[in-house]
C-alpha cells in the first residue's frame, strides 16, 4: 500500500557523509551487478584491467571505463536482439522497450524489468512531491505518447503519488488547452519550448489567456534547457500564471535531476545516481563551484541495462553544498543544464554556451522568444549572426534596443554579433524540442 508521500526525511537529508557512504555503496553493488551479467562491460573492465573489487573509496571511481552513446549504438542490434551485449538480464524478463530521441544520430534502444520501471516512476516521484505535486493534483500530460521515453515516467509517478493523470496523447494543441480549460487541471508538465507554444496557440487562436482562463499552478519543464534559463522561466511563469520546475533526465540515465519549490537549483537525485563533473579541456574532475564541465553520471539500482560513468555531456555547474530551504542535503548544480558539451563551441576563441544567448534575448521585453544563431567562417575569422524577432505587441523603433543588446552579449557571451531584427512570426517555430543553434563553420 502506497501512501503517496514522496518525501523520505531520512534519505532526502543524509549528512554529506554518509550520502557519499551510500553512493560508493551502491556504485559498488552496480558494477559487480554489471561486470557479471553484462558482457559489454564486462569485456570493457576487463580491456582495461579492472575487477570490480578494486573499487574501495570514492576517488577509485576515476579508474572504470567511462561509456558514451557511440558505444551503446555499438553495441546493440545484435542478440539478444535488439538490446545486444549491454542486455543485464535475461530478455524474458523486460516488459518496457523505449529509445531516445534520435537527435543525434540512430536511437539508442532501452529495455526496462517491471522493477526497473518502477524505479524510474520512483525517482520521478521524489521530484513532482518536491515540485508539490499531491494527490489533490489533476495533471495533464500533452505529450505524444509513442517510444520516446518523454514523459512516462512522469504519467506513472503522478500516478504513484495519487494525482489524477490525464493523457493528452494524440490531440492536437488546441484540443489539449480545450481539455486543460474543461478539466480545470492543476498541473502539467512539457518541454520548454512546447510550454510557450501552447501560450501562443492559446491566446492566438482560442482567445485565450492561460493566466486568467486556465487553473494550472505548476509545470514541470523537461527536455530541453529553459526552466533554467532565469529569462525564459519567468516568461513561461507570467504566460501561464504557474510555477515553472525544471526538470532533467534521459532515456540512457533515467531521471536524475529536479528543482524544488525553492527554485533555487537544480537538485542531484544522489541517493539514486552519482554525479561527476569533468573539465571540457582537460579531463580533470571538478569538485567546486565556479567552473562548468561536462557531465559523467552513474545510475544506481536499475539493473536491464546499467549506466555506469556515461559520458552524458550535459554541461552543468556545482552549487556550493549548502542546505536548502527545502531541507534536502541532495547536491544541488549552479542553474541547471547549461547546454550540451557538443553545443558548446569556440568562437573567436571564447567558448559559447547558446543558453547564455538565450538568456539575453528573452530578457528584453521588445523582443519575442525566438531567435537563431548562425556561426560561419569570413576567411580565418569567425562570424556570428544572432536573428531575433521583434515582440508582437511592440510599436516602438526596435534600433532603440540595440546599445543594450549589445553590452547584455558582450557581457554574458564575451562576443559581438551581427544583429538581424526579424517581424513577428518569421523565423522556424519548433514543436517539442527547438535547433536553434547553427554552425556552419565546418560545412563549406
Ligand atoms: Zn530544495
Redesign the pocket.
Known amino acids: 500500500m502506497n501512501s503517496g508521500e514522496y518525501w523520505n526525511p531520512v534519505l532526502e537529508t543524509l549528512p554529506r557523509e554518509k550520502l557519499q557512504q551510500l553512493q560508493l555503496k551502491k556504485f559498488k553493488s552496480i558494477l559487480k551487478w554489471a561486470y557479471e551479467n553484462s558482457p559489454f562491460y564486462r569485456s570493457l573492465y576487463k580491456g582495461a584491467g579492472l575487477e570490480p573489487g578494486d573499487i574501495k573509496t570514492l576517488d577509485d571511481i576515476t579508474k572504470v571505463p567511462k561509456t558514451e552513446k557511440a558505444m551503446l549504438r555499438e553495441a546493440q542490434g545484435k542478440e539478444p536482439y535488439p538490446y545486444g551485449s549491454i542486455l543485464s538480464v535475461p530478455i524474458e524478463q523486460v516488459t518496457e522497450y523505449r529509445q531516445t530521441s534520435g537527435t543525434t544520430g540512430q536511437p539508442v534502444y532501452h529495455p526496462e524489468t517491471w522493477q526497473d520501471w518502477d524505479w524510474s516512476a520512483e525517482s520521478w516521484a521524489y521530484a513532482l512531491y ?1 515540485q508539490g505535486y499531491r494527490d489533490y493534483d489533476r495533471v495533464f500530460l500533452p505529450f505524444g505518447y509513442s517510444v520516446n521515453i518523454a514523459f512516462w515516467a512522469g504519467h506513472y509517478a503522478a500516478e504513484k503519488i495519487g494525482c489524477e493523470v490525464v493523457p493528452g496523447g494524440v490531440l492536437d494543441t488546441e484540443a489539449r488547452i480545450l481539455k486543460m480549460k474543461e478539466l480545470k487541471a492543476t498541473a502539467l508538465m512539457a518541454t520548454p519550448t512546447y510550454i510557450l507554444g501552447m501560450a501562443d496557440t492559446a491566446r492566438k487562436k482560442l482567445g485565450l489567456d492561460p493566466a486568467k482562463d486556465l487553473n494550472i499552478k505548476k509545470i514541470t519543464a523537461a527536455g530541453e534547457p529553459g526552466a533554467c534559463i532565469p529569462a525564459t522561466k519567468k516568461r513561461m511563469e507570467e504566460m501561464w500564471g504557474a510555477k515553472v520546475y525544471d526538470q532533467i533526465g534521459a532515456t540512457e540515465i533515467g531521471h536524475w535531476g529536479f528543482e ?3 527554485q ?1 537549483g537544480l ?1 542531484i537525485l544522489e541517493a539514486f545516481h552519482l554525479v561527476e563533473i569533468e573539465d571540457i579541456e582537460t579531463g580533470a574532475t571538478i569538485t567546486e563551484p565556479g567552473k562548468k564541465g561536462s557531465m559523467v553520471i552513474t545510475t544506481f539500482d536499475r539493473f536491464a541495462h546499467p549506466c555506469i560513468r556515461f559520458d552524458s555531456k550535459d554541461v552543468i555547474e556545482w552549487n556550493p553544498v549548502e542546505k ?5 542535503t541532495f547536491r ?1 548544480l549552479k542553474g541547471g543544464v547549461v547546454g550540451r558539451a557538443d553545443d558548446i563551441t569556440k568562437v573567436k576563441g571564447v567558448l559559447l554556451a547558446p543558453t547564455a544567448i538565450e538568456e539575453v534575448v528573452r530578457s528584453i521585453p521588445e523582443l519575442g522568444d525566438e531567435y537563431e544563431v548562425t556561426v560561419t567562417k569570413k576567411g580565418d575569422i569567425d562570424d556570428i549572426t544572432l536573428k531575433m524577432e521583434i515582440a508582437p505587441d511592440f510599436k516602438g523603433n526596435i534600433e532603440a534596443v540595440e546599445p543594450k543588446l549589445v553590452q547584455q552579449l558582450r557581457l554574458k557571451t564575451g562576443l559581438r554579433y551581427n544583429l538581424e531584427f526579424h517581424n513577428y512570426g518569421t523565423l522556424p517555430r519548433y514543436g517539442v524540442k527547438a535547433k536553434r543553434f547553427k554552425d556552419l563553420r565546418h560545412k563549406e
Open positions: 518536491a524544488c519549490q525553492a533555487a537538485h536548502c530551504e527545502c531541507g534536502r544541488r
